[in-house]
Every structure is written in structure tokens, then in C-alpha cells.
């Protein structure tokens, strides 16, 4: 029997969501410290209950597309409210921001609460990078590894499937390689459903984990992508040519808009994580230099 995901690897991939976990609600006290030194000298109160009302209902919707139970995300909406007033302390207690509000005076908080980019970036260097959670993903079984792909490849292409634009596809023999996972598949249409095989690919399209997610979500062209060669197509040429054009005309909107969120802001973080840990490299690199 195929073994199943063990109880030590699935702690570890807990671990790492509540370290993403974590590093979020880091990253939204320090954005709530400069909401509130803004609003502070623009001398409008630092509370907002309107603002808050929307937070929550933004929570909600996206919650029950998700699955997560009203009352968690209820829970989790207040506490990290909560937590966003505890950051705006000091603007708060200011209450003056009209009374200091053209006069010149900058309250102290200014400095010491200022928000830049700078512990953004060092924040989103703390998520793991893809080459990471690699083990973690091959300890999975290869079956589930290739179900996990067929089910997300099964909802991403459910339109296209049901047109004539994939019918290139029956019988020939896709590869996808995610090269910081070392991970690949081979895709085969057979029927109306695309399966993994485990026969040889005529074609493959290569790329890293955060170029093929911005490639699913949409927030970069497959043209820019294949052009700059962070993806690369080896193999049958035509076969490869057919699969790109594809990609640069697949109707996006087609797509359930569920996922679409969910991959748009999956693939918004791992670009955002890769430029700071570049980011992080390039530092290092110029303290030693
Ligand atoms: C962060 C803000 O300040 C406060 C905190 C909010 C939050 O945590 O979402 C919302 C409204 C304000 O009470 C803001 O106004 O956006």
C-alpha cells in the first residue's frame, strides 16, 4: 500500500503556515502603525468603524468561498483588529491630530512608528522560499502529488476542456517541471479529462514554482514569461508552440473567481517573498563587499 503523508510531515507543513501566519499579522500591525500616524496628521480619528464593519464583511465573503467558518473568521478579524489598536497606540492617545494638523508639529511617533518598505521586505523574506517546502512536497506520494495536479489542472482548464481548444492535446504527452521543487509531471488528455502518466513527455515547459503560479494567476503574460526565459519549452517544437499559444489566450475568466482570488494572491506573495529574499541576498552581499 502506498503509504500516506506522515504525521512528522504534516507538522512540519503546519509549521510552516503558522510561520506565514505569524509573519502576516507582523506584517498588518505595522501597515495599521502607519494607518493610524496618517490619519493621525491628516487629524481624522484613528478608530473606524466603518472601516472595520468593511474589514469584516471583506473577511466573510472571502471566507465562505473558502470554506472557514463565520465565527473563526469572525474571531480571527477581531483579534487582528484588536492588535492593529494596540499598534496604534501613542496616535491614539494624541487625539489632537487637528489640533496639530497644519501646525508644523510632527508628533514623535512619526519617527519611531515610521513604517518603510524596508522591515516589509525583511518580513516577507522570513517565507520560506519554494526550494523549502520542496521535501515537504515530496514526501507526499507520487499519486497524490499527480491527483493534487490533475484536480487543480481539472478546474483551471474546465471551460477551455469542454471547447475545441484543447482537443490538441488527446493523446499527446505534456511535461511540467517546477524546478525549485524538482518536481514534474506528465500531462496526457485522454477523454475529456487531463490525467498524469507515466510515460515520456514530447514537450515540457520548465519554470520555478513563483514563474508558473504568476503564469497561472494571470499577473505576468506567458509572452514576457517564455521571452525572458524564466519559463523554457523543450522537446517537440510544435506541440510546444500550441501549448503556449494556449496559455497566451486561455479565457482567464473562466476560471472560477474563488481560485482566481486564491492563486492571484498566492502568486502576488511569492513574487513579493522572492524579491526580498533577492533582496536580503543582495544585502548580504553589500555588507560583506
Ligand atoms: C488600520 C486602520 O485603523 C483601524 C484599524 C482597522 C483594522 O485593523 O482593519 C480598521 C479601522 C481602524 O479602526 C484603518 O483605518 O485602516
Do not use: Y
Not at 509549521?15 to 500591525?29: E, F, I, K, Q
Not at 499527480?146 to 487543480?152: D, H, K, T
Not at 521571452?227 to 522537446?235: N, P, Y
Request: hydrophobic share 45%; with cysteine.
Amino acid at each position: 500500500m502506498v503509504p500516506i503523508a506522515t504525521l512528522g510531515g504534516v507538522r512540519r507543513g503546519i509549521d510552516v503556515v503558522d510561520d506565514a501566519l505569524l509573519v502576516l499579522v507582523a506584517a498588518r500591525a505595522r501597515l495599521a502603525a502607519t494607518a493610524g500616524r496618517l490619519k493621525c496628521q491628516r487629524g481624522v480619528p484613528v478608530r473606524d468603524a466603518q472601516r472595520e464593519g468593511a474589514v469584516h464583511s471583506r473577511g466573510q465573503r472571502l471566507a465562505a468561498r473558502l470554506g472557514v467558518p463565520r465565527e473563526t473568521t469572525r474571531a480571527l478579524m477581531d483579534l487582528v483588529i484588536r492588535d492593529a489598536h494596540r499598534a496604534q497606540r501613542g496616535w491614539d492617545d494624541l487625539g489632537q491630530g487637528d489640533v496639530l494638523a497644519g501646525t508644523g508639529i510632527v508628533p514623535a511617533m512619526t519617527t519611531s512608528a515610521h513604517v518603510s518598505f524596508r522591515p516589509a521586505a525583511r518580513l516577507l523574506a522570513l517565507v520560506p522560499p519554494p526550494s523549502r517546502l520542496a521535501p515537504l512536497l515530496r514526501r507526499l506520494p507520487q499519486r497524490t502529488r499527480a491527483r493534487l495536479l490533475e484536480r487543480a489542472m481539472g478546474r483551471v482548464l474546465a471551460v477551455p476542456m469542454a471547447g475545441p481548444d484543447l482537443d490538441f492535446m488527446r493523446d499527446r504527452r505534456l511535461g511540467v517541471e517546477v524546478t525549485d521543487l524538482g518536481l514534474s509531471w506528465v500531462v496526457q488528455r485522454q477523454g475529456d479529462v487531463l490525467r498524469v502518466t507515466t510515460d515520456l513527455a514530447e514537450a515540457t515547459v520548465r519554470g520555478t514554482a513563483t514563474d508558473l503560479l504568476l503564469l497561472a494567476s494571470r499577473l505576468e503574460d506567458a509572452d514576457t514569461l517564455f521571452f525572458q526565459r524564466r519559463l523554457v519549452l523543450t522537446g517537440d517544437v510544435e506541440l510546444g508552440l500550441t501549448v503556449r499559444n494556449l496559455l497566451e489566450r486561455l479565457p482567464w475568466e473562466s476560471v472560477p473567481l474563488g481560485l482566481r482570488i486564491g492563486l492571484n494572491r498566492g502568486a502576488r506573495l511569492a513574487r513579493a517573498a522572492r524579491a526580498a529574499h533577492r533582496g536580503a541576498t543582495a544585502d548580504m552581499t553589500s555588507d560583506r563587499g
